[in-house]
């Protein structure tokens, strides 16, 4: 049995001679939050569609619940709520009324499914309100709400902060974080606001035109964004080495095959060149940097940062 709740092997889509999404390999562990960060059109909604089986596959595979997709739609579908794009609802309909019709549509949802779900996302059961004059962050409300009805293991959002003002991305910002920490759900989200994704996710995946670039955790990539200093040497293993044994240095990334990235700044760097050198390594180079999260995006997806 896989680790992962949702894998996606080699997945792509092709529409006439365009890729949109390539080869993409996602990993999203039981009861985390991943992140889909990436710029809008770089693929994230034709990502999530095949995964749920709203928009065909043309190469590879998706593993959802530890089972291919295909030929397990019946069992896999009704254990994950979504909300892809903008959710649609009955205008003329209150918000209690939209769901009542929803929870019946699919079959699925207990008793008190429709008042439950509803008080998940800080709505009124049972008011007067209609739709059509809720708030956009209402409305996105609504849909969280429509998307857990029936009590899923997973959620899948799209862009669920699109539009909303600073106060209703908050709001939202908590409704996901209690569906995970406190229901246990697993969470697929994406977004092209890297500081809304590095508030939320613990696990990130970034996709540039279709390629998912980097897979990594949120705790990895916040060394990233902190001050290092980026050591470049003739002999990496024996450098480690010497690192470890003669200045008990433990907090390091190896960036290339000469390259290491050292987070203790207050490291005595006169002391670490001469041992070096005395171990017959040498010192190509030794500096003081401090890169943000955005520079690192800037720098992997080659162009400009995500907002």
């Known amino acids: 049995m896989s680790d992962y709740l949702i894998e996606t092997k080699q997945l792509t889509k092709i529409y006439g001679d365009q890729t949109v999404v390539r080869d993409v390999n996602l990993h999203v562990k039981k009861g985390r939050i991943y992140g ?4 809008n059109g770089a693929g994230k909604t034709t990502i999530m569609k095949m995964i749920l089986g709203l928009t065909s596959i043309t190469v ?3 593993d959802v619940f530890g089972h291919n997709i295909k030929g397990h739609e019946k069992s896999i579908y009704p254990r994950i709520g979504a909300i892809i794009e903008t959710p649609g609802f009955y205008p003329n309909l209150t918000g209690t009324e939209n769901l009542e019709i929803f929870a019946r549509l699919r079959g699925t949802a207990g008793p008190n499914a429709v008042k439950n779900a509803l008080e998940v996302v800080g709505l009124p059961y ?3 309100k209609l739709f059509s004059k809720y708030s956009l962050g209402m409305k996105q409300r609504l ?6 009805l029936h009590d ?3 959620l899948v959002l799209d862009e669920p902060t699109n539009g909303l003002d600073p106060i209703g991305i908050a709001e939202m910002r908590g409704f996901i974080k209690h569906l995970s920490t406190e229901c246990g759900k697993t969470i697929l989200i994406s977004s092209h606001i890297l500081s809304e994704i590095a508030l939320l996710a613990d696990d990130i995946g970034i996709i540039d035109h279709g390629v998912l670039l980097e897979e990594s955790t949120m705790k990895t990539l916040e060394k990233k964004n902190r001050k290092y200093i980026l050591l470049r040497v003739s002999d990496i293993s024996k450098a480690m080495l010497i690192l470890e044994q003669k200045f008990r240095v433990s907090d390091f990334d190896m960036y290339d095959d000469h390259t290491l990235c050292l987070y203790d700044t207050s490291l005595d760097m006169a002391a670490i060149n001469k041992a070096l ?3 017959d390594v040498s010192v190509i180079s030794s500096q003081l940097c401090n890169d943000t999260l955005e520079d690192y995006f800037k720098r992997i997806t080659g162009g400009e940062g995500i907002a």
């Open 36 to 39: 889909l960060l990436g710029r």
């Open 60 to 62: 590879g595979e998706v």
């Open 126 to 128: 049972k008011d007067k």
């Open 143 to 148: 849909g969280i709400a429509n998307a857990i």
């Open 152 to 154: 899923p293991e997973l």
């Open 277 to 279: 050198v005395m171990h």
